[in-house]
């Protein structure tokens, strides 16, 4: 009995050197994970306009508001692009939702201190007839087509199309360019307008107040039909001071413009509502018709330079000075290779 009791001991020993040679040599298991870094929130200002180039705009502002950004985030609403372009060169406004050719002009006013940041709304004009005769483009032979937006955007889209499907815009047709979308629909309603080329939402608007209008011409459709090149009407922008200032915290809103851009098109009941609160559209009922003809779009980097410089070629090619004058070098391009 006293060999066996000293052979356990013996052996109990054993075991208890070796765990301890065995928890010295024992190493920490190494994490694949690496720490994360801080992320420091910032203020940023950030504007829209009212309509399609705002829309996208509506659940972020929604989420700012309830605190769920990423960054504190301060937004205006504006009625026309003139009211904010000059915010932008002074670094008032550091991201901005505004018409693509803008963009490039404010980019050649600042000797290339602009950057594009992402493409959000592609074609959005519409010709309304009062009546069933236009059935295709060449059926504007001899009309007058109302619109907003001479010398800008709308003019240009309208002559391109006229032109490529052989009607000389200063012969064979008459364009009568108004200042605001707001007469715009009241000469459709009293019927001074029997044909216009009209804007989302304006579109929809006047097509709920008189039931004898209807969509002829899809302009976007039209422009597809002619090219590569697609149309491309609304971006966002900033100086390129305040991007490379501040990569991180853009490329987080960037992120979550793009979710914002994703619930309209994807939830336009809740979205329409989000588009009245905040007066980009007037009301929800109207938003919530528009949105599927907004054309609302996320395009970045290397895919929206390809995409959008043969449009910006087709402007230039009409007036050079409705993109400022030449086409914007690739660093204008955010992300692009």
């Known amino acids: 009995m006293k060999k066996l009791i000293s052979v356990l001991a013996l052996v109990l020993s054993l075991v ?8 010295a040599g024992a190493k920490e298991p190494i994490s694949d994970e690496k720490p994360q870094e801080s ?18 705009m509506a659940k972020l502002m929604e989420d700012s508001a309830n605190g769920k950004t ?11 692009a003139d009211e904010i372009s000059g915010k932008i060169v002074k670094g008032e406004i550091n991201i901005a939702a505004v ?65 490529e499907n052989g009607i000389d815009p ?37 097509l709920t107040k008189k039931d004898t209008l209807r969509r002829a011409i899809s302009m976007n459709d039209e422009w597809e039909k002619l090219g590569d090149s697609s149309l491309m009407m609304g971006c966002l922008v900033a100086l390129d001071s305040f991007v490379e200032a501040n990569k991180e915290q853009v490329d987080k809103f960037l992120e979550e413009y793009k979710a914002s851009v994703d619930y309209a098109n994807n939830s336009i009941d809740d979205a329409a509502e989000l588009c009245a609160k905040y007066e980009i559209v007037a009301a929800a009922p109207i938003a919530k018709q528009a949105i599927p003809y907004c054309n609302l779009t996320y395009v970045s980097g290397s895919e ?12 230039k090619g009409y007036d050079a000075t409705s993109i400022g004058g030449a086409l914007p070098d690739d660093s204008f391009y955010y992300g692009a290779e």
């Open 39 to 56: 992320y420091t929130a910032i203020d940023m200002t950030v504007a829209c306009l009212k309509g399609p180039t705002g829309v996208g």
């Open 99 to 163: 018409p693509t050719n803008l963009a490039a002009k404010l980019n050649t006013k600042t000797e290339g201190k602009i950057k594009m940041l992402a493409v959000n709304t592609l074609g959005v004009l519409s010709i309304l007839e009062n009546g069933e005769s236009i059935k295709s483009v060449a059926d504007l032979k001899g009309k007058t087509i109302y619109s907003t937006g001479e010398g800008s955007n709308p003019e240009y889209i309208l002559r391109y199309i006229l032109s």
């Open 170 to 206: 200063d012969k064979d047709v008459t364009l009568q360019f108004i200042a605001t979308n707001d007469e715009l629909i009241s000469a459709l309603v009293s019927g001074k307008a029997q044909v216009a080329m009209v804007p989302e939402p304006a579109a929809t608007t006047v």
């Open 70 to 80: 990423a960054n504190n985030y301060t937004f205006t609403v504006a009625s026309a």
């Open 16 to 23: 208890m050197i070796l765990g301890l040679v065995g928890c």
């Open 304 to 315: 929206m330079k390809n995409s959008i410089v043969g449009y910006f070629e087709v402007l």
